[in-house]
């Protein structure tokens, strides 16, 4: 029997989204002189450029790239770069894992593509992404936050492609390295590396993605919040702190202080490194442990944010217990797998985490192991 650990980890937060606040968050923190004014304001525009301007800064976007802040979330980003941008080519949709699994069904049935090939792995593993047409438009995710499946490199992507290639990066972005030169659409939610609150989206094009924005109209019809372009030519308001619809000017001042937090520890390399010792730290506990797994079974292609966890020969009962046990301790909230996953456990390392919390977090996950399995022997 294990013995009930002593030292919980100081922050339970593990949510692979919304996830944890940076490290000495609070409320009273944040700026609230924007409150209860327009976002159409001098003061609302400023902050929304500001928010924009920064992201540039600590994510390292190159000029020949625009961001624009967005409804919806990254499914809102993601879901108007494809009903603005998709069918004046062949698209190929790469999907390993749910969300991935989502565009697919919004190409497929919804958009109903003419000329769509799906290009599928498994859950924990990766598609052979050299083998996907670059005169085709593809649609793929960075990083799989419900399989723990990340691309390595984009050296898949050649300079030459004809087609563009619009990559879901939300798990993706502030953690893992993106070549930008061969990404035309980037889409991401600061809720999820940067610990903001949920709602919005980033969405951020390369010159080619515009040029098809200006030279190409959809056959279906755009609804409100996803159109671009107006009389032909791009909406640049979009790209420097005007929104399509009303934001949440809570939530961005809470992506600012985010981003703020990211620029004083080091920027983008610091949170690199943060996510990197994080999951490195999960994967010594992995590595020592026998009733756990990584679903990612290839080192080179395994996440450093969204770490998800198999528990080969388990009842998919166990890891909800687990779950559910140490939540109700305070222990660690949301560690659950993603509904569609394979039954496991998925702990959040982003650069918002503490290392020290991970460490902790292994004997927890122990002992509940071993009161779960207890409990199921003697019932």
């Known amino acids: 029997m294990i013995d009930r650990p002593n030292v919980p980890p100081a922050r339970a937060f593990f949510s692979s989204g919304p996830c944890a606040k940076r490290p000495g968050w609070t409320p009273d923190q944040l700026k609230t002189d924007v409150l209860g004014r327009s976002h159409r304001s001098k003061l609302g525009k400023a902050r929304l450029k500001l928010a924009i301007d920064m992201t540039r800064e600590v994510l390292q976007v190159p000029d020949t790239h625009l961001i624009g802040i967005v409804p919806a979330s990254d499914t809102g980003a993601f879901e108007m770069a494809m009903w603005s941008m998709l069918g004046q080519r062949p698209v190929t949709m790469a999907a390993w894992e749910s969300f991935g699994e989502g565009w697919v069904t919004d190409a497929v049935k919804q958009l109903k593509l003419a000329d769509c090939t799906v290009v599928n792995a498994a859950y924990g593993e990766l598609p052979d992404l050299t083998r996907v047409p670059q005169s085709h438009d593809v649609c793929f995710t960075w990083n799989g936050t419900t399989s723990g499946v990340r691309v390595p490199n984009g050296d ?76 032909g030519k791009l909406i640049a308001s979009i790209f420097e702190g005007e929104t399509i619809n009303t934001p949440s000017m809570l939530a961005v001042e809470d992506y600012i202080d985010a981003l703020t937090w990211a620029k004083s520890i080091g920027g983008l390399q610091e949170l690199y490194a943060r996510a990197d010792a994080n999951a490195a730290a999960l994967d010594r506990w992995v590595e020592a442990t026998p009733w756990v797994a990584h679903l990612a079974t290839e080192p080179g292609t395994r996440s450093n944010t969204s770490v998800c966890l198999s528990l080969p020969g388990a009842s998919p009962d166990v890891p909800k217990a687990i779950a559910s046990l140490l939540e109700k301790e305070g222990v660690a909230f949301d560690i659950g797998g993603y509904r569609d996953a394979p039954p496991g456990l998925r702990i959040w390392c982003g650069g918002t985490v503490e290392t020290a919390d991970i460490v902790a977090l292994g004997p927890w996950l122990d002992w509940a192991h071993a009161q779960v399995t207890q409990q199921a022997v003697a019932a």
């Open 156 to 231: 898949w992507i050649r300079d030459d492609r004809e087609g563009l290639m619009l990559c879901d990066a939300t798990s993706a972005v502030f953690a893992q390295e993106l070549p930008w030169a061969k990404l035309d659409v980037v889409t991401y939610s600061w809720q999820k590396v940067l610990g903001g609150e949920g709602g919005h989206g980033v969405l951020i094009l390369g010159p080619r993605a515009v040029e098809r924005l200006e030279s190409y109209v959809p056959a279906w019809p755009l609804p409100k919040i996803f159109r671009l372009t107006s009389k």
